[in-house]
């Protein structure tokens, strides 16, 4: 495929990639979905009249929103038109957007624009998928012969996060403060967390028309309520959760941000790098089957930029080590009759490898602190500093193309000081 708007082989945002965002610029502070397209956004706003297939003719209306919650609720008959609309629209042989009057209005370079949450998110859910993340972190607290909780191979485990606490990248993360157990049978002490990490994660955003309290869907049946996906840094403060968790589980140790991706890859980009699902043994119960795969060659990665400016690769993983899949996460959501909406974010838990410079998070690359790892300024981190930078890229390799999620970043402010 070969679009009119200029970008080269390394750039994330090719027409055979179209993602969604919510962005504004100085000079129309108004939130608009845009699509991107090379190191441009298409505002469909400006061109939702030309959306005049059979199915969408009678929704042009969504791409005026300020969020994709409406689109989002549609179909994916709906999302495949939209999509099969742009990439005419974009191609080199349709002169539609190509007309100087059009393209001046309807696209913006995206250093101009700010980009925001692209979506209201109601309710957001994480879970826990990575068997190499869960057996590297059970084997440091309870041993290798107990690594794995004895649910765990059964149905994918996850938490309820915070959704108000989820920022757009770039956003900066304040250190929290909380209760923390410095010494063994001791006493706690209050103050800023010294255990700060990252969570190399993956999150998808549900789509469809919202489900009705008491419907469950199997997982033979889930795709079609994933509108998208989207990168994710599942901030923890592992001193505050080691106190906090038992008994039930995270708390303030992750509800005080989450980021994430601007722009949201539409399953039907990701298709062409789905891989076999991961070999599950004991089989899963009836309802977390399928038979379709839903995992996919996506490669991410880690980087840690200190406050003198030097960036260093820390992890390289790959989302095709997961052991639940999405489908098999929304099944398991909804199986007991819970109700999930439009806009609602489901995670993958941290993403980790099967060798250590794969691992998704600092406690599993410095162990638990016992082995600091080495930044190229010459420092070396055990966890997380003030003016620490961390950044997740996500990308699947084509035959000639790559298909991006764009940044997820933020920085490590101080804690407050009251």
Same mark, same amino acid.
């Given at each position: ?28 502070? %108004? ?20 959306? !005049? ?34 990439? !005419? ?28 949450? /692209? ?59 909380? %209760? ?16 700060? !990490? ?85 089989? /899963? ?36 080590? %997961? ?96």
């Amino acid at each position: 495929m070969k679009s009119f708007v200029e970008y080269s082989s390394e750039c994330e945002f090719p027409i055979e990639n179209l993602p969604y965002g919510v962005f504004s610029t100085a000079s129309n502070p %108004q939130k608009r979905i845009g699509v991107a397209i090379g190191n441009e956004i298409l505002d469909l706003s400006a061109i939702s009249h030309l959306f !005049d297939g059979p199915l969408l003719k009678n929704n042009q209306n969504v791409f005026h929103r300020n969020g994709l919650n409406d689109f989002m609720a549609l179909s994916r008959p709906i999302w495949k038109e939209a999509r099969t609309k742009l990439q !005419d629209l974009l191609s080199a042989n349709n002169q539609t957007l190509q007309k100087p009057d059009i393209r001046s209005k309807a696209f913006v370079k995206q250093s101009e624009a700010t980009m925001h949450l /692209p979506a209201k998110i109601g309710d957001y859910t994480d879970f826990y998928s990575s068997i190499h993340h869960a057996t590297n972190v059970g084997t440091m607290f309870r041993g290798k012969e107990n690594a794995l909780p004895p649910n765990w191979k059964y149905l994918p485990i996850a938490y309820h996060g915070r959704a108000s606490s989820i920022v757009v990248s770039g956003t900066p993360i304040r250190r929290p403060r909380g %209760q923390t157990l410095p010494v063994e049978d001791a006493d706690p002490a209050f103050g800023p967390s010294r255990l700060m !990490d990252f969570e190399l994660e993956v999150a998808m955003f549900i789509g469809g028309p919202p489900t009705k309290l008491g419907e469950s869907i199997p997982a033979s049946k889930a795709y079609d309520h994933i509108f998208g996906m989207t990168t994710m840094n599942d901030w923890s403060a592992r001193d505050i959760q080691k106190w906090e968790y038992i008994p039930l589980g995270p708390f303030g140790s992750k509800n005080f941000g989450t980021t994430i991706s601007p722009w949201i890859v539409t399953m039907e980009a990701l298709e062409p790098f789905k891989v076999p699902n991961m070999p599950q043994n004991p089989t /899963p119960f009836p309802y977390l089957q399928h038979s379709e795969s839903c995992n996919f060659d996506m490669k991410l990665e880690v980087d840690i930029k200190t406050p003198n400016g030097t960036v260093t690769t820390v992890s390289r993983s790959n989302y095709k080590h %997961q052991y639940w899949t999405p489908l098999q996460q929304v099944a398991h959501h909804t199986v007991t009759g819970c109700n999930i909406n439009p806009g609602d974010v489901m995670a993958s838990g941290t993403v980790s490898g099967e060798t250590p410079d794969s691992y998704g998070s600092m406690l599993e690359l410095a162990w638990k602190g016992t082995r600091p790892v080495p930044l190229k300024d010459g420092t070396t981190r055990k966890f997380l500093q003030d003016g620490d930078e961390v950044n997740i890229r996500g990308y699947c390799v084509g035959d000639g193309y790559r298909i991006g999620f764009g940044p997820c970043s933020g920085k490590l402010l101080p804690a407050l000081t009251e």
